[in-house]
């Protein structure tokens, strides 16, 4: 996103009061929005046109939206996602974060509650981030071009994959608390549930772990740490 000009946000729901109600508030609130009304239309709209985040239904009635974002995510889509559900158990949120969403809000929802994890999500989407270049052992952030290399080979991470890994660089060897990596990637108090952090650093962990020995360890009851590989 270009700071200079507005995010633009995607809005999909098949109920139209819904979708009028939260394009309303994201526009007053100063971001551009588009909007569609089923899986299908939000496939095409994200391919016709880049954007900042989708906001994006569960329960559509052609594709629902865990499907959508899969395929967004193998056609190289990779902004991120807010997943709009009217299911609240816990298995059913982190199958959204499995599929590569980055946050959920449970219906019925406050309007001010949609704007308050939009800024959120496009905060720790690193629009707001000094832009460099951050090492450590074999991996390598670009934090301009928005690339991870590691032994030379590129890893593509979701935006909350990538600000979770520059949390790690920014802060290597030192022992980072559950709750100190949900105020710094997250930027709030994620409902409480310090198991998105687990899960993401399991997502993190699987795809460096492609390229090279592990590098981010479990500290039991305290964390993680970033340190080199462990030597024979």
Request: net charge negative.
């Amino acid at each position: 996103m270009d700071p200079a000009n507005k995010p633009t946000v995607l809005v999909v729901d098949d109920e139209p009061s819904i979708v009028d109600a939260v394009a309303t508030s994201l526009r007053y609130e100063g971001f551009e929005v588009e909007t569609a009304t089923g899986g299908r239309a939000c496939l095409l709209a994200a391919h016709e046109h880049e954007h900042d985040l989708i906001i994006l239904d569960v329960m559509l009635p052609d594709l629902d939206g865990f499907e959508v974002t899969r395929r967004l995510r193998a056609e190289g889509v990779e902004a991120p996602i807010l997943f709009l559900t009217a299911k609240d158990a816990l298995e059913d949120k982190v199958a959204g974060l499995s599929v590569g969403g980055d946050d959920y809000v449970t219906k019925p929802f406050a309007l001010a509650e949609i704007v308050a994890r939009t800024r959120a999500i496009l905060r720790r989407a690193g629009t707001e981030a000094e832009e460099g270049t951050l090492r450590f052992a074999d991996v390598e952030m670009d934090e301009a071009a928005y690339e991870v290399r590691r032994n030379g080979e590129p890893i593509r991470l979701t935006a909350t994959e990538f600000n979770l890994l520059r949390f790690f660089l920014r802060n290597p060897r030192q022992v980072l608390s559950k709750s100190q990596i949900l105020d710094n990637v997250w930027h709030y108090d994620f409902g409480g549930e310090a198991n998105v952090v687990e899960t993401y650093v399991s997502y993190l962990r699987r795809k460096l772990e492609k390229h090279g020995p592990p590098l981010i360890h479990t500290v039991r009851l305290v964390g993680y740490v970033l340190k080199e590989p462990e030597q024979p």
